[in-house]
């Protein structure tokens, strides 16, 4: 008689998976997320009273995530004030930063009370613009440069039947770049207030099966890698993903030695040495810490975070002028933000950008001036903390190495 062999574990444990309960019209539902919430707690015997303890409606998270269970909270402090003389971006700023790194939001402060002490910062958008880049295959290189040039000579033909995807978009127009016997379209949108890569996305595909039936295109995918979206990538330094914005100010030596207990010689100097440490590590671009400005300004006003991979690219600048004062600017190229769609309408999300102003139409733009500004702020900061040894102290004062409160 054979003996009777058990599954493998793994086998076993596959045959009692439970799939997450979808529920009725996806569960968005009140009595639906906490029904879910519940099934979660039972299956890994975990109490979730604080994730079900949230004030954004949860059918208002329709569109936004899938299987809700409630929602994640972060500590929300602001820093100001932060003086600007923008196109957009005038006057004085308070601006919300969510983060769980303690001295981030102190430093960050003490960088925009130099940046407003000094007159404030002159911030500019050169560029305004999102990209998809599908990538089409051809039989050989005569044959792709071929159609690379139909493509050229149908281009408005190719905007009408984009841009009748959207009332919002606008197709800027469509580089043709050659990999061999590839063609890759980096088709470049307007796209308003909104991020707006969903929007893109859909009319690029609309464009590309028109130039299949019209233009005899081959074969394409809709995604090439080449618009870098969300991830880093050297072509973000010339633009085109998202805002390319500046940010610059002039700070006097005095104040640069009273606000940020360095001076202007000194942090010019911290400057050109992490510069040759970014040339020995192949570093895209220069800059101290543009992520954690951002991240904070992109989880507190409803940002698609992911995108901090790429807007966090970019070069910043200190210069000594000629009567001893300190110039600092940043660039941002590639800058990725919105005031319309995604999460931007959720609850303390909508409320965090209207204290900065950015809500209704026409304030993308202006959060971009703000976002570049910040990170000026952070980089005047993070600067002087390096070059007056102050930085671990800063995190030992105000950081979880501190758990005492302060006297």
């Known amino acids: 008689m054979s003996e009777s062999v058990s599954p493998p574990l793994r086998l076993r444990e596959a045959r009692r998976i439970r799939l997450v309960p979808r529920l009725k019209d996806q569960g968005y539902a009140p009595e639906d997320v906490d029904k879910r919430r519940r099934w979660v707690e039972e299956q890994t015997d975990c109490r979730l009273d604080q994730v079900g303890a ?29 003086l600007l003389a923008g196109e957009h971006a005038e ?5 919300p930063l969510a983060t769980t790194e303690g001295a981030l939001v102190r430093s960050y402060e003490r960088g925009m009370v130099a940046i407003t002490r000094a007159g404030g910062a002159s911030v500019r958008v050169w560029v305004d613009e999102n990209r998809v880049s599908p990538v089409f295959f051809l039989d050989d290189v005569a044959a792709a440069h071929a159609f690379a040039q ?34 890759i379209l980096n088709f470049s949108y307007f796209t308003g207030d909104a991020q707006g890569m969903n929007m893109i996305v859909k009319a690029s595909e609309k464009a590309c099966r028109w130039i299949q039936q019209h233009l005899d295109g081959p074969r394409y995918y809709v995604f090439s890698g080449y618009n870098s979206e969300k991830r880093a990538s050297g072509s973000l330094l010339r633009g085109g993903k998202g805002k390319k914005v500046t940010a610059g ?10 606000v940020l207990h360095i001076s202007a010689e000194r942090l010019v100097e911290v400057w050109h040495h992490t510069v040759l440490g970014h040339l020995q590590t192949g570093a895209l671009g220069y800059n101290g810490h543009y992520a954690n400005g951002l991240t904070a300004l992109f989880i507190a006003c409803g940002q698609d975070v992911a995108n901090v991979a790429n807007a966090a690219v970019g070069i910043t600048n200190f210069e000594l002028l000629e009567d001893g004062d300190l110039y600092a600017s940043v660039t941002l190229p590639s800058l990725t933000v919105a005031t319309v769609g995604g999460g931007t309408s959720l609850g303390t999300s909508r409320e965090c950008l ?23 702020a952070g980089e005047l900061s993070m600067g002087g903390a390096i070059g007056s040894g102050e930085f671990v102290e800063a995190h030992e004062l105000y950081g979880r190495n501190r758990p005492e409160a302060s006297s």
């Open 54 to 82: 949230y004030s954004i409606s949860s059918e208002a998270m329709r569109g936004n995530i899938e299987n809700p269970i409630g929602a994640v909270q972060m500590p929300l402090a602001v820093a100001g004030p932060l």
């Open 91 to 95: 006057g004085t700023f308070y601006v």
């Open 150 to 183: 139909r493509v050229t000579d149908h281009l408005e033909d190719i905007r009408q039947v984009a841009e009748s995807t959207t009332s919002h978009g606008r197709l800027l127009g469509i580089e043709c770049l050659p990999v061999g016997r590839e063609v």
């Open 249 to 258: 100010v002039r700070l006097p030596k005095a104040l640069v030695k009273s």
């Open 354 to 376: 209207e204290m900065l102003g950015c809500t209704g139409n026409g304030s993308a733009l202006k959060f971009a001036e703000i976002a570049a500004a910040t990170v000026l």
